[in-house]
Protein backbone atom coordinates (compact mmCIF):
# COMPACT_ATOMS: atom_id res chain seq x y z
CA UNK A 1 0.00 0.00 0.00
CA UNK A 2 0.97 3.85 -0.58
CA UNK A 3 1.98 5.53 2.15
CA UNK A 4 -0.13 8.23 3.20
CA UNK A 5 0.51 11.72 2.40
CA UNK A 6 -2.46 13.91 3.06
CA UNK A 7 -4.32 13.48 6.56
CA UNK A 8 -7.54 14.47 6.66
CA UNK A 9 -10.22 14.96 9.62
CA UNK A 10 -13.94 14.04 9.15
CA UNK A 11 -16.40 14.75 11.66
CA UNK A 12 -19.22 12.82 11.35
CA UNK A 13 -21.55 14.12 13.88
CA UNK A 14 -24.16 17.00 14.26
CA UNK A 15 -25.17 16.60 10.06
CA UNK A 16 -28.56 16.58 9.34
CA UNK A 17 -27.66 13.98 6.87
CA UNK A 18 -27.63 10.13 7.93
CA UNK A 19 -24.10 9.10 9.18
CA UNK A 20 -24.52 6.04 6.66
CA UNK A 21 -24.13 8.84 3.75
CA UNK A 22 -21.32 10.32 5.57
CA UNK A 23 -19.68 6.96 5.71
CA UNK A 24 -19.96 6.16 2.10
CA UNK A 25 -19.05 9.32 0.90
CA UNK A 26 -15.51 9.17 3.08
CA UNK A 27 -14.95 5.59 1.96
CA UNK A 28 -15.77 6.19 -1.56
CA UNK A 29 -12.98 8.34 -1.13
CA UNK A 30 -10.22 6.77 0.05
CA UNK A 31 -10.81 4.01 -1.95
CA UNK A 32 -10.37 6.31 -4.96
CA UNK A 33 -7.52 8.35 -3.12
CA UNK A 34 -4.54 6.35 -1.80
CA UNK A 35 -2.46 9.09 -0.98
CA UNK A 36 -4.78 10.00 1.44
CA UNK A 37 -5.75 8.79 4.83
CA UNK A 38 -8.74 9.89 7.14
CA UNK A 39 -9.28 10.99 10.79
CA UNK A 40 -12.56 9.83 12.24
CA UNK A 41 -14.42 11.76 14.35
CA UNK A 42 -17.81 10.14 16.00
CA UNK A 43 -18.75 7.33 17.09
CA UNK A 44 -16.56 4.55 16.74
CA UNK A 45 -18.80 1.96 16.05
CA UNK A 46 -19.71 3.85 12.70
CA UNK A 47 -16.40 3.32 11.43
CA UNK A 48 -16.40 -0.70 11.62
CA UNK A 49 -15.94 -0.83 7.22
CA UNK A 50 -12.82 1.54 7.07
CA UNK A 51 -9.42 -0.31 6.68
CA UNK A 52 -7.50 0.07 10.05
CA UNK A 53 -4.38 0.77 8.10
CA UNK A 54 -5.82 3.91 6.32
CA UNK A 55 -7.97 5.26 9.33
CA UNK A 56 -7.35 6.77 12.79
CA UNK A 57 -10.23 7.06 14.89
CA UNK A 58 -11.26 9.92 17.23
CA UNK A 59 -13.90 8.30 19.41
CA UNK A 60 -16.31 10.84 20.28
CA UNK A 61 -20.39 11.23 20.88
CA UNK A 62 -21.10 15.17 21.44
CA UNK A 63 -22.18 17.23 18.40
CA UNK A 64 -22.45 20.56 18.11
CA UNK A 65 -26.50 20.81 18.05
CA UNK A 66 -27.91 21.94 14.68
CA UNK A 67 -29.45 25.00 16.25
CA UNK A 68 -27.06 25.96 18.94
CA UNK A 69 -26.65 29.80 19.26
CA UNK A 70 -23.21 30.88 19.02
CA UNK A 71 -23.27 31.87 22.52
CA UNK A 72 -23.96 28.47 23.70
CA UNK A 73 -21.26 27.78 21.62
CA UNK A 74 -18.51 29.75 22.69
CA UNK A 75 -19.76 29.33 26.28
CA UNK A 76 -19.82 25.26 26.24
CA UNK A 77 -15.75 23.63 26.59
CA UNK A 78 -17.31 20.30 26.35
CA UNK A 79 -15.18 18.25 23.97
CA UNK A 80 -17.56 17.97 20.92
CA UNK A 81 -16.67 16.36 17.63
CA UNK A 82 -16.31 19.99 15.75
CA UNK A 83 -13.89 21.02 18.80
CA UNK A 84 -11.41 18.19 18.17
CA UNK A 85 -11.77 18.06 14.61
CA UNK A 86 -10.00 22.17 14.76
CA UNK A 87 -7.83 21.25 17.23
CA UNK A 88 -6.26 18.11 15.37
CA UNK A 89 -6.32 21.22 12.43
CA UNK A 90 -4.78 23.73 15.34
CA UNK A 91 -1.84 21.54 15.85
CA UNK A 92 -1.29 20.17 12.79
CA UNK A 93 -2.04 16.49 13.35
CA UNK A 94 -4.53 16.70 10.14
CA UNK A 95 -3.54 19.04 6.65
CA UNK A 96 -7.77 19.47 6.45
CA UNK A 97 -10.87 19.04 7.98
CA UNK A 98 -14.00 17.97 6.51
CA UNK A 99 -17.66 19.16 8.76
CA UNK A 100 -20.87 18.20 7.85
CA UNK A 101 -22.14 20.26 10.95
CA UNK A 102 -23.25 23.29 12.14
CA UNK A 103 -21.79 26.24 10.56
CA UNK A 104 -22.35 29.56 12.30
CA UNK A 105 -20.19 26.97 15.11
CA UNK A 106 -17.50 25.55 12.38
CA UNK A 107 -17.00 29.86 11.89
CA UNK A 108 -16.69 31.23 15.53
CA UNK A 109 -14.92 27.99 16.69
CA UNK A 110 -12.59 27.94 13.62
CA UNK A 111 -10.99 31.72 14.49
CA UNK A 112 -11.46 30.84 18.37
CA UNK A 113 -9.45 26.98 17.93
CA UNK A 114 -7.49 27.83 14.43
CA UNK A 115 -6.10 31.07 14.55
CA UNK A 116 -6.11 33.37 11.16
CA UNK A 117 -3.49 34.11 9.31
CA UNK A 118 -1.51 37.08 9.39
CA UNK A 119 -3.19 39.78 7.51
CA UNK A 120 -6.24 38.46 7.82
CA UNK A 121 -8.80 39.99 9.95
CA UNK A 122 -11.76 37.43 9.59
CA UNK A 123 -12.01 34.47 7.82
CA UNK A 124 -14.46 33.93 5.29
CA UNK A 125 -16.55 31.31 3.41
CA UNK A 126 -16.22 30.94 -0.32
CA UNK A 127 -17.50 28.63 -3.18
CA UNK A 128 -17.07 27.42 -6.67
CA UNK A 129 -20.09 27.48 -9.05
CA UNK A 130 -19.57 25.55 -12.33
CA UNK A 131 -20.77 27.98 -15.10
CA UNK A 132 -21.58 26.12 -18.78
CA UNK A 133 -17.77 26.61 -19.42
CA UNK A 134 -15.28 26.96 -16.18
CA UNK A 135 -16.52 28.41 -12.87
CA UNK A 136 -16.29 31.33 -10.42
CA UNK A 137 -15.91 31.82 -6.70
CA UNK A 138 -18.24 33.52 -4.41
CA UNK A 139 -17.41 35.26 -0.68
CA UNK A 140 -18.33 35.40 2.16
CA UNK A 141 -21.44 33.37 2.03
CA UNK A 142 -22.09 33.64 5.50
CA UNK A 143 -19.35 34.18 8.02
CA UNK A 144 -19.52 37.30 8.70
CA UNK A 145 -22.53 39.88 8.64
CA UNK A 146 -20.70 43.02 8.91
CA UNK A 147 -20.88 45.80 5.66
CA UNK A 148 -17.40 47.35 6.40
CA UNK A 149 -15.43 48.87 3.11
CA UNK A 150 -12.38 47.26 4.97
CA UNK A 151 -13.72 43.92 5.09
CA UNK A 152 -14.86 43.49 1.26
CA UNK A 153 -11.38 45.01 0.57
CA UNK A 154 -10.00 41.81 2.26
CA UNK A 155 -12.37 39.42 1.29
CA UNK A 156 -11.51 40.29 -2.32
CA UNK A 157 -8.01 39.91 -1.77
CA UNK A 158 -8.63 36.49 -0.04
CA UNK A 159 -11.11 35.32 -3.07
CA UNK A 160 -8.12 36.28 -5.55
CA UNK A 161 -5.33 34.63 -3.49
CA UNK A 162 -8.32 31.41 -3.31
CA UNK A 163 -9.07 31.49 -7.11
CA UNK A 164 -5.40 31.90 -8.38
CA UNK A 165 -4.31 29.09 -6.52
CA UNK A 166 -6.68 26.65 -6.63
CA UNK A 167 -8.17 27.03 -10.04
CA UNK A 168 -4.50 27.78 -11.66
CA UNK A 169 -5.55 31.42 -12.16
CA UNK A 170 -2.89 33.89 -13.37
CA UNK A 171 -4.90 36.69 -12.50
CA UNK A 172 -8.82 36.36 -11.34
CA UNK A 173 -10.83 38.95 -12.49
CA UNK A 174 -12.96 40.29 -9.39
CA UNK A 175 -16.45 41.79 -9.21
CA UNK A 176 -18.17 43.08 -6.46
CA UNK A 177 -22.05 42.14 -6.03
CA UNK A 178 -24.16 45.20 -6.54
CA UNK A 179 -27.87 46.30 -7.89
CA UNK A 180 -26.64 48.05 -10.66
CA UNK A 181 -22.86 48.52 -12.48
CA UNK A 182 -22.59 52.06 -12.98
CA UNK A 183 -20.38 53.92 -10.86
CA UNK A 184 -23.28 55.72 -9.19
CA UNK A 185 -25.26 52.89 -8.20
CA UNK A 186 -25.68 50.82 -4.32
CA UNK A 187 -24.67 51.55 -1.00
CA UNK A 188 -21.67 54.23 -0.11
CA UNK A 189 -19.95 51.21 1.49
CA UNK A 190 -20.20 49.74 -1.67
CA UNK A 191 -18.81 52.75 -4.05
CA UNK A 192 -16.40 53.22 -1.64
CA UNK A 193 -14.79 49.14 -1.69
CA UNK A 194 -14.98 50.07 -5.59
CA UNK A 195 -12.60 53.18 -4.87
CA UNK A 196 -10.28 51.22 -2.53
CA UNK A 197 -10.47 47.61 -5.12
CA UNK A 198 -9.41 49.56 -8.15
CA UNK A 199 -5.91 51.10 -6.53
CA UNK A 200 -5.22 47.60 -4.89
CA UNK A 201 -2.58 46.06 -6.76
CA UNK A 202 -3.27 42.83 -5.44
CA UNK A 203 -6.83 42.87 -7.00
CA UNK A 204 -7.79 42.79 -10.59
CA UNK A 205 -10.61 44.51 -10.37
CA UNK A 206 -13.40 44.15 -12.95
CA UNK A 207 -16.32 45.99 -11.45
CA UNK A 208 -19.50 45.96 -10.25
CA UNK A 209 -21.43 42.50 -11.44
CA UNK A 210 -25.50 42.00 -10.81
CA UNK A 211 -26.96 38.50 -9.81
CA UNK A 212 -28.26 37.67 -12.96
CA UNK A 213 -25.22 37.78 -14.79
CA UNK A 214 -23.20 35.61 -11.89
CA UNK A 215 -22.76 32.52 -14.61
CA UNK A 216 -21.82 34.94 -17.64
CA UNK A 217 -18.20 34.64 -17.16
CA UNK A 218 -17.49 38.34 -16.52
CA UNK A 219 -15.75 37.60 -13.08
CA UNK A 220 -13.98 34.57 -11.57
CA UNK A 221 -14.36 35.83 -7.81
CA UNK A 222 -17.71 37.53 -6.65
CA UNK A 223 -17.27 39.63 -3.47
CA UNK A 224 -20.20 40.53 -1.30
CA UNK A 225 -21.35 40.39 2.32
CA UNK A 226 -22.48 37.18 4.26
CA UNK A 227 -25.70 37.78 4.39
CA UNK A 228 -26.12 38.54 0.86
CA UNK A 229 -23.52 35.97 -0.46
CA UNK A 230 -25.75 33.48 1.82
CA UNK A 231 -29.30 34.13 0.11
CA UNK A 232 -27.35 34.15 -2.95
CA UNK A 233 -26.34 30.76 -2.54
CA UNK A 234 -29.95 30.11 -0.71
CA UNK A 235 -31.73 31.91 -3.75
CA UNK A 236 -30.36 29.87 -6.28
CA UNK A 237 -30.90 26.74 -4.60
CA UNK A 238 -34.18 27.79 -4.52
CA UNK A 239 -34.83 28.63 -8.47
CA UNK A 240 -32.66 25.15 -9.14
CA UNK A 241 -35.41 23.24 -7.18
CA UNK A 242 -38.26 25.36 -9.09
CA UNK A 243 -36.46 24.80 -12.13
CA UNK A 244 -36.22 20.91 -11.92
CA UNK A 245 -40.13 20.75 -10.90
CA UNK A 246 -40.89 22.61 -14.16
CA UNK A 247 -38.56 20.64 -16.49
CA UNK A 248 -40.14 17.08 -14.55
CA UNK A 249 -43.40 18.26 -15.24
CA UNK A 250 -42.63 19.47 -18.99
CA UNK A 251 -41.03 16.11 -19.87
CA UNK A 252 -43.98 14.02 -17.77
CA UNK A 253 -46.44 15.55 -20.30
CA UNK A 254 -44.47 15.39 -23.16
CA UNK A 255 -44.16 11.26 -24.41
CA UNK A 256 -40.33 10.88 -24.36
CA UNK A 257 -39.87 7.94 -23.44
CA UNK A 258 -36.19 8.90 -22.45
CA UNK A 259 -37.86 11.91 -20.27
CA UNK A 260 -36.36 9.90 -16.95
CA UNK A 261 -32.57 9.77 -18.17
CA UNK A 262 -33.29 13.69 -19.32
CA UNK A 263 -34.63 14.44 -15.43
CA UNK A 264 -31.65 12.49 -14.30
CA UNK A 265 -29.04 14.22 -16.12
CA UNK A 266 -30.71 17.50 -15.40
CA UNK A 267 -31.08 17.14 -11.93
CA UNK A 268 -27.52 15.97 -11.54
CA UNK A 269 -26.24 19.01 -13.11
CA UNK A 270 -28.18 21.45 -10.83
CA UNK A 271 -27.73 19.39 -7.88
CA UNK A 272 -24.02 19.92 -8.68
CA UNK A 273 -24.01 23.41 -8.31
CA UNK A 274 -25.45 23.46 -5.05
CA UNK A 275 -24.48 20.27 -3.01
CA UNK A 276 -20.88 21.15 -3.43
CA UNK A 277 -18.90 21.67 -0.11
CA UNK A 278 -17.96 25.66 0.36
CA UNK A 279 -14.59 26.35 2.24
CA UNK A 280 -13.70 28.50 5.37
CA UNK A 281 -10.82 30.56 4.22
CA UNK A 282 -8.27 33.02 5.64
CA UNK A 283 -7.57 30.50 8.85
CA UNK A 284 -4.58 28.25 9.24
CA UNK A 285 -5.69 25.25 7.70
CA UNK A 286 -7.67 23.99 5.23
CA UNK A 287 -11.66 23.68 6.74
CA UNK A 288 -14.23 22.56 3.90
CA UNK A 289 -17.88 22.42 5.19
CA UNK A 290 -20.44 20.13 3.34
CA UNK A 291 -23.99 21.20 2.62
CA UNK A 292 -26.50 20.48 5.51
CA UNK A 293 -28.07 17.40 4.21
CA UNK A 294 -25.99 16.34 1.66
CA UNK A 295 -25.60 12.78 0.77
CA UNK A 296 -22.39 10.25 -0.10
CA UNK A 297 -21.35 12.12 -3.18
CA UNK A 298 -21.07 15.76 -1.01
CA UNK A 299 -18.72 14.32 1.48
CA UNK A 300 -16.80 12.09 -1.21
CA UNK A 301 -16.65 15.55 -3.72
CA UNK A 302 -15.70 18.00 -0.18
CA UNK A 303 -12.98 15.57 0.84
CA UNK A 304 -11.59 15.59 -2.99
CA UNK A 305 -11.97 19.83 -2.19
CA UNK A 306 -9.93 19.72 0.92
CA UNK A 307 -7.41 17.37 -0.76
CA UNK A 308 -7.49 19.88 -3.68
CA UNK A 309 -6.74 22.70 -1.38
CA UNK A 310 -4.00 20.97 0.27
CA UNK A 311 -2.56 20.60 -2.92
CA UNK A 312 -2.80 23.76 -3.86
CA UNK A 313 -1.42 24.86 -0.85
CA UNK A 314 -4.27 27.53 -0.17
CA UNK A 315 -3.48 28.86 3.69
CA UNK A 316 0.53 28.68 2.28
CA UNK A 317 -0.62 31.24 -0.33
CA UNK A 318 -3.08 33.39 1.06
CA UNK A 319 -0.21 33.62 3.73
CA UNK A 320 1.93 34.89 1.32
CA UNK A 321 -0.53 37.76 -0.14
CA UNK A 322 -0.83 39.14 2.92
CA UNK A 323 2.46 39.19 4.36
CA UNK A 324 3.84 43.16 4.04
CA UNK A 325 0.62 44.14 3.38
CA UNK A 326 -0.70 47.79 4.34
CA UNK A 327 -3.47 46.99 6.82
CA UNK A 328 -6.48 47.72 5.18
CA UNK A 329 -8.28 48.83 8.23
CA UNK B 1 -68.10 49.22 -28.73
CA UNK B 2 -67.90 49.13 -25.07
CA UNK B 3 -67.46 52.47 -23.46
CA UNK B 4 -63.23 52.28 -21.75
CA UNK B 5 -63.84 51.99 -17.97
CA UNK B 6 -59.75 51.93 -17.37
CA UNK B 7 -57.77 54.45 -18.79
CA UNK B 8 -53.80 53.21 -18.64
CA UNK B 9 -50.66 54.99 -19.76
CA UNK B 10 -47.71 53.49 -21.35
CA UNK B 11 -44.40 55.10 -21.05
CA UNK B 12 -42.63 53.79 -24.22
CA UNK B 13 -39.31 55.54 -24.08
CA UNK B 14 -36.46 55.05 -21.96
CA UNK B 15 -36.69 50.98 -22.53
CA UNK B 16 -33.88 48.47 -23.37
CA UNK B 17 -36.64 46.80 -25.70
CA UNK B 18 -37.36 47.54 -29.09
CA UNK B 19 -40.28 49.91 -29.23
CA UNK B 20 -42.04 47.51 -31.42
CA UNK B 21 -42.31 44.80 -29.11
CA UNK B 22 -43.65 47.31 -26.27
CA UNK B 23 -46.33 48.22 -29.29
CA UNK B 24 -47.45 44.71 -30.41
CA UNK B 25 -47.63 43.94 -26.48
CA UNK B 26 -49.67 47.15 -26.01
CA UNK B 27 -52.13 46.38 -29.25
CA UNK B 28 -52.49 43.19 -28.13
CA UNK B 29 -53.54 44.09 -24.55
CA UNK B 30 -56.42 45.98 -26.25
CA UNK B 31 -57.44 43.75 -28.34
CA UNK B 32 -58.12 41.48 -25.58
CA UNK B 33 -59.50 44.12 -23.09
CA UNK B 34 -62.65 45.77 -24.72
CA UNK B 35 -62.65 47.63 -20.71
CA UNK B 36 -59.24 49.71 -20.90
CA UNK B 37 -58.16 52.33 -23.01
CA UNK B 38 -54.45 53.19 -23.60
CA UNK B 39 -52.32 56.50 -22.96
CA UNK B 40 -48.97 56.18 -24.87
CA UNK B 41 -46.61 58.53 -24.66
CA UNK B 42 -43.48 58.39 -26.52
CA UNK B 43 -43.39 59.72 -30.75
CA UNK B 44 -46.55 59.66 -31.97
CA UNK B 45 -45.40 58.04 -35.71
CA UNK B 46 -45.16 55.08 -33.87
CA UNK B 47 -48.46 54.55 -32.61
CA UNK B 48 -50.40 54.66 -35.90
CA UNK B 49 -51.25 51.10 -35.64
CA UNK B 50 -53.61 52.03 -32.58
CA UNK B 51 -57.40 52.89 -33.07
CA UNK B 52 -57.85 56.53 -32.41
CA UNK B 53 -60.99 55.54 -30.54
CA UNK B 54 -59.08 53.15 -27.92
CA UNK B 55 -55.51 55.57 -27.48
CA UNK B 56 -54.85 58.90 -26.27
CA UNK B 57 -51.15 59.78 -27.71
CA UNK B 58 -49.08 62.38 -25.83
CA UNK B 59 -46.16 62.98 -27.79
CA UNK B 60 -43.19 63.21 -26.45
CA UNK B 61 -39.60 62.57 -27.77
CA UNK B 62 -37.59 62.65 -24.38
CA UNK B 63 -36.27 59.77 -22.64
CA UNK B 64 -35.24 59.65 -18.98
CA UNK B 65 -31.93 57.93 -20.22
CA UNK B 66 -31.65 53.65 -18.41
CA UNK B 67 -28.55 54.79 -16.79
CA UNK B 68 -28.67 58.34 -15.63
CA UNK B 69 -28.04 59.36 -11.70
CA UNK B 70 -30.80 59.93 -9.53
CA UNK B 71 -29.14 62.76 -9.12
CA UNK B 72 -29.30 64.04 -12.75
CA UNK B 73 -32.99 62.67 -12.94
CA UNK B 74 -34.15 64.94 -9.93
CA UNK B 75 -32.59 68.38 -11.34
CA UNK B 76 -33.20 67.67 -15.12
CA UNK B 77 -36.95 69.59 -14.82
CA UNK B 78 -37.20 68.77 -18.83
CA UNK B 79 -40.62 67.12 -19.66
CA UNK B 80 -39.31 63.79 -20.05
CA UNK B 81 -42.12 60.56 -20.60
CA UNK B 82 -41.93 59.52 -17.38
CA UNK B 83 -42.54 62.97 -15.67
CA UNK B 84 -45.60 62.85 -18.04
CA UNK B 85 -46.87 59.83 -17.17
CA UNK B 86 -46.56 59.94 -13.56
CA UNK B 87 -48.01 63.77 -13.68
CA UNK B 88 -51.17 61.97 -15.44
CA UNK B 89 -51.54 59.46 -12.72
CA UNK B 90 -51.02 62.37 -10.01
CA UNK B 91 -54.09 64.77 -11.36
CA UNK B 92 -55.68 60.84 -12.22
CA UNK B 93 -55.92 61.32 -15.90
CA UNK B 94 -54.99 57.60 -15.73
CA UNK B 95 -55.87 55.02 -13.23
CA UNK B 96 -52.64 53.47 -13.81
CA UNK B 97 -49.14 54.30 -15.44
CA UNK B 98 -47.35 51.19 -17.20
CA UNK B 99 -43.05 51.79 -17.34
CA UNK B 100 -40.59 49.89 -19.20
CA UNK B 101 -37.77 52.50 -18.44
CA UNK B 102 -34.68 53.42 -15.80
CA UNK B 103 -36.44 52.12 -12.21
CA UNK B 104 -34.22 54.46 -10.37
CA UNK B 105 -36.41 57.62 -12.29
CA UNK B 106 -39.33 56.02 -11.70
CA UNK B 107 -38.90 55.24 -8.37
CA UNK B 108 -37.71 58.81 -6.97
CA UNK B 109 -39.73 60.94 -9.46
CA UNK B 110 -42.41 58.49 -8.51
CA UNK B 111 -42.06 59.60 -4.71
CA UNK B 112 -41.47 63.21 -6.25
CA UNK B 113 -44.80 63.48 -8.69
CA UNK B 114 -47.14 61.00 -7.30
CA UNK B 115 -47.30 61.11 -2.97
CA UNK B 116 -47.31 58.58 -0.86
CA UNK B 117 -50.37 57.51 0.68
CA UNK B 118 -51.55 59.04 4.33
CA UNK B 119 -48.87 56.49 6.71
CA UNK B 120 -46.61 55.07 4.44
CA UNK B 121 -42.95 56.70 4.57
CA UNK B 122 -41.43 54.67 1.46
CA UNK B 123 -42.81 53.15 -1.23
CA UNK B 124 -41.60 49.77 -1.86
CA UNK B 125 -41.09 47.41 -5.32
CA UNK B 126 -43.44 44.26 -4.92
CA UNK B 127 -43.31 41.46 -7.55
CA UNK B 128 -45.50 38.09 -7.46
CA UNK B 129 -43.57 34.75 -7.97
CA UNK B 130 -45.26 31.61 -9.25
CA UNK B 131 -45.01 28.26 -7.36
CA UNK B 132 -46.03 25.16 -8.90
CA UNK B 133 -49.27 25.83 -6.61
CA UNK B 134 -50.05 29.67 -6.14
CA UNK B 135 -47.63 32.57 -6.05
CA UNK B 136 -45.86 34.57 -3.22
CA UNK B 137 -44.99 38.79 -3.17
CA UNK B 138 -41.61 39.34 -2.32
CA UNK B 139 -40.88 43.04 -1.69
CA UNK B 140 -38.77 45.35 -1.78
CA UNK B 141 -36.41 44.92 -4.87
CA UNK B 142 -34.70 47.98 -4.97
CA UNK B 143 -36.84 51.13 -4.47
CA UNK B 144 -35.12 51.85 -0.78
CA UNK B 145 -31.41 50.58 0.08
CA UNK B 146 -31.84 51.59 3.58
CA UNK B 147 -32.40 48.54 6.24
CA UNK B 148 -34.21 50.10 9.18
CA UNK B 149 -36.55 48.14 11.33
CA UNK B 150 -39.69 50.64 10.77
CA UNK B 151 -38.94 50.09 7.26
CA UNK B 152 -39.33 46.58 6.97
CA UNK B 153 -42.68 46.27 9.16
CA UNK B 154 -43.63 49.06 6.67
CA UNK B 155 -43.00 47.14 4.12
CA UNK B 156 -44.88 43.95 5.77
CA UNK B 157 -47.50 45.92 6.28
CA UNK B 158 -47.83 46.85 2.50
CA UNK B 159 -47.35 43.55 1.14
CA UNK B 160 -50.00 41.81 3.37
CA UNK B 161 -52.17 44.18 2.01
CA UNK B 162 -51.35 44.33 -1.13
CA UNK B 163 -51.39 40.08 -1.62
CA UNK B 164 -55.01 40.39 0.41
CA UNK B 165 -56.15 42.78 -2.41
CA UNK B 166 -54.59 41.34 -5.36
CA UNK B 167 -54.20 37.53 -4.45
CA UNK B 168 -57.92 37.36 -2.29
CA UNK B 169 -55.85 36.44 0.47
CA UNK B 170 -57.60 36.80 4.13
CA UNK B 171 -54.51 36.78 6.07
CA UNK B 172 -51.53 36.70 3.98
CA UNK B 173 -48.76 35.14 5.76
CA UNK B 174 -45.93 37.17 5.92
CA UNK B 175 -42.08 36.58 6.42
CA UNK B 176 -39.19 38.05 6.91
CA UNK B 177 -36.09 36.97 4.21
CA UNK B 178 -32.71 35.95 6.23
CA UNK B 179 -29.92 33.95 6.83
CA UNK B 180 -31.56 31.16 8.85
CA UNK B 181 -34.98 30.53 10.66
CA UNK B 182 -33.78 30.22 14.25
CA UNK B 183 -34.79 33.21 16.52
CA UNK B 184 -31.42 34.22 17.02
CA UNK B 185 -30.39 34.03 13.42
CA UNK B 186 -29.22 36.89 11.55
CA UNK B 187 -28.02 40.89 11.99
CA UNK B 188 -30.29 42.59 14.54
CA UNK B 189 -32.11 44.63 12.80
CA UNK B 190 -33.94 41.88 11.57
CA UNK B 191 -34.69 40.40 14.91
CA UNK B 192 -35.66 43.61 16.27
CA UNK B 193 -38.32 43.72 13.14
CA UNK B 194 -39.66 40.13 13.91
CA UNK B 195 -40.29 41.06 17.41
CA UNK B 196 -42.03 43.92 16.11
CA UNK B 197 -44.10 42.10 13.80
CA UNK B 198 -44.47 39.28 16.04
CA UNK B 199 -46.89 42.11 18.27
CA UNK B 200 -48.27 43.86 14.71
CA UNK B 201 -52.55 43.06 14.99
CA UNK B 202 -52.26 44.00 10.83
CA UNK B 203 -49.46 41.43 9.52
CA UNK B 204 -49.94 37.48 9.51
CA UNK B 205 -46.39 36.89 10.69
CA UNK B 206 -44.84 33.43 10.17
CA UNK B 207 -41.39 34.14 11.40
CA UNK B 208 -38.11 34.12 9.25
CA UNK B 209 -37.92 32.08 5.59
CA UNK B 210 -34.72 31.26 3.77
CA UNK B 211 -34.11 31.94 -0.09
CA UNK B 212 -33.85 28.30 -0.57
CA UNK B 213 -37.54 27.96 0.92
CA UNK B 214 -39.56 30.92 -1.06
CA UNK B 215 -41.09 28.23 -3.26
CA UNK B 216 -41.78 25.81 -0.81
CA UNK B 217 -45.01 27.62 0.36
CA UNK B 218 -44.26 28.97 3.87
CA UNK B 219 -45.25 32.56 2.87
CA UNK B 220 -47.50 34.28 0.92
CA UNK B 221 -45.55 37.44 1.42
CA UNK B 222 -41.90 37.95 2.17
CA UNK B 223 -40.30 41.06 3.18
CA UNK B 224 -36.55 42.37 3.07
CA UNK B 225 -34.65 45.05 2.12
CA UNK B 226 -34.38 46.52 -1.22
CA UNK B 227 -30.66 45.61 -2.23
CA UNK B 228 -31.31 42.10 -0.90
CA UNK B 229 -34.74 41.56 -2.28
CA UNK B 230 -32.92 43.23 -6.38
CA UNK B 231 -30.03 40.02 -5.84
CA UNK B 232 -32.47 37.67 -4.92
CA UNK B 233 -34.42 38.60 -7.60
CA UNK B 234 -31.60 38.82 -10.17
CA UNK B 235 -30.13 35.59 -8.16
CA UNK B 236 -33.38 33.45 -9.19
CA UNK B 237 -33.02 35.43 -12.83
CA UNK B 238 -29.61 34.25 -13.43
CA UNK B 239 -29.84 30.74 -11.95
CA UNK B 240 -32.76 29.49 -14.10
CA UNK B 241 -30.96 30.86 -16.92
CA UNK B 242 -28.29 28.27 -16.26
CA UNK B 243 -30.95 25.73 -15.78
CA UNK B 244 -32.18 26.70 -19.30
CA UNK B 245 -29.08 25.94 -20.66
CA UNK B 246 -28.16 22.82 -18.61
CA UNK B 247 -31.89 21.59 -19.96
CA UNK B 248 -31.21 22.28 -23.70
CA UNK B 249 -27.92 20.48 -23.28
CA UNK B 250 -29.20 17.30 -21.43
CA UNK B 251 -32.30 17.45 -23.89
CA UNK B 252 -30.11 18.17 -27.29
CA UNK B 253 -27.82 15.33 -26.50
CA UNK B 254 -30.67 12.87 -25.47
CA UNK B 255 -32.87 11.37 -29.12
CA UNK B 256 -36.03 12.71 -28.38
CA UNK B 257 -37.45 13.81 -31.07
CA UNK B 258 -39.80 16.62 -29.53
CA UNK B 259 -37.05 17.95 -27.27
CA UNK B 260 -37.66 21.74 -29.07
CA UNK B 261 -41.16 21.43 -27.70
CA UNK B 262 -39.92 20.31 -24.01
CA UNK B 263 -37.77 22.98 -23.46
CA UNK B 264 -39.86 25.44 -25.27
CA UNK B 265 -41.97 24.66 -22.43
CA UNK B 266 -39.40 25.14 -20.02
CA UNK B 267 -38.33 28.29 -20.87
CA UNK B 268 -41.71 29.72 -21.01
CA UNK B 269 -42.49 28.40 -17.18
CA UNK B 270 -38.78 29.52 -16.10
CA UNK B 271 -39.18 33.00 -17.98
CA UNK B 272 -42.78 33.73 -16.57
CA UNK B 273 -40.94 33.63 -13.11
CA UNK B 274 -38.78 36.62 -14.18
CA UNK B 275 -40.08 38.73 -16.83
CA UNK B 276 -43.76 39.78 -15.21
CA UNK B 277 -43.70 43.64 -13.48
CA UNK B 278 -43.06 44.52 -10.72
CA UNK B 279 -45.46 46.92 -8.95
CA UNK B 280 -44.05 50.21 -7.11
CA UNK B 281 -47.27 50.59 -4.12
CA UNK B 282 -47.63 52.72 -1.38
CA UNK B 283 -47.94 55.57 -3.98
CA UNK B 284 -51.69 57.76 -4.67
CA UNK B 285 -51.77 55.11 -7.99
CA UNK B 286 -50.87 52.21 -9.78
CA UNK B 287 -47.57 52.29 -11.03
CA UNK B 288 -46.06 48.74 -13.09
CA UNK B 289 -42.31 48.17 -14.16
CA UNK B 290 -42.04 46.22 -17.06
CA UNK B 291 -38.70 44.01 -16.74
CA UNK B 292 -35.73 46.22 -18.20
CA UNK B 293 -35.00 43.69 -21.35
CA UNK B 294 -38.96 42.63 -21.48
CA UNK B 295 -40.90 41.46 -24.97
CA UNK B 296 -44.41 42.16 -26.43
CA UNK B 297 -45.49 39.19 -24.01
CA UNK B 298 -43.75 41.36 -21.00
CA UNK B 299 -45.49 44.41 -21.61
CA UNK B 300 -48.90 43.06 -22.32
CA UNK B 301 -48.55 40.97 -18.83
CA UNK B 302 -47.50 44.59 -17.17
CA UNK B 303 -50.82 46.20 -18.66
CA UNK B 304 -52.48 42.69 -17.26
CA UNK B 305 -51.28 43.38 -13.45
CA UNK B 306 -52.05 47.29 -14.20
CA UNK B 307 -55.57 46.50 -14.92
CA UNK B 308 -55.54 43.91 -11.90
CA UNK B 309 -54.59 46.43 -9.64
CA UNK B 310 -57.19 48.95 -10.30
CA UNK B 311 -59.72 46.59 -10.37
CA UNK B 312 -58.68 45.19 -6.88
CA UNK B 313 -58.72 48.79 -5.66
CA UNK B 314 -54.64 48.45 -4.22
CA UNK B 315 -54.30 51.69 -3.67
CA UNK B 316 -57.67 52.46 -1.57
CA UNK B 317 -57.27 49.21 0.85
CA UNK B 318 -53.80 50.07 0.75
CA UNK B 319 -55.04 53.60 2.32
CA UNK B 320 -57.51 52.02 4.66
CA UNK B 321 -55.03 49.66 6.17
CA UNK B 322 -52.33 52.69 7.16
CA UNK B 323 -55.20 54.79 8.47
CA UNK B 324 -55.35 55.30 12.07
CA UNK B 325 -52.56 53.22 12.23
CA UNK B 326 -49.76 54.20 15.02
CA UNK B 327 -46.21 55.23 13.34
CA UNK B 328 -43.97 52.65 13.05
CA UNK B 329 -40.85 55.26 13.44
Avoid at 273 to 289: D, E, M, P, W
Amino acid sequence: MVAARFQIAVDTLGSESPTAQIIAGARDFIDANVDCDLTLIGRSRDFSCFPESRCRIVDCATAVPQHATLLDVLRKKSDSSLRSGLSLLADSSVDALVSTGNSGALMVLGRQIVSTLPGITRPAMIKQFTRTTGSFWMLDLGANLARRRGLLSEFARIGSAYANSIGGLKEAKVALLNIGTEAHKGPQYLRDTAVELARDPQVNFVGYIEAHALFDGIADVVVTDGFTGNVVLKSIEGALGIARQHVQHALASSDDSKHEAVVNKVNSSLNAQTYNGASLVGLRGVIVKCHGNTNHIGIRSALALAKHEIVAQVPQRLEAQFEHLPDLH
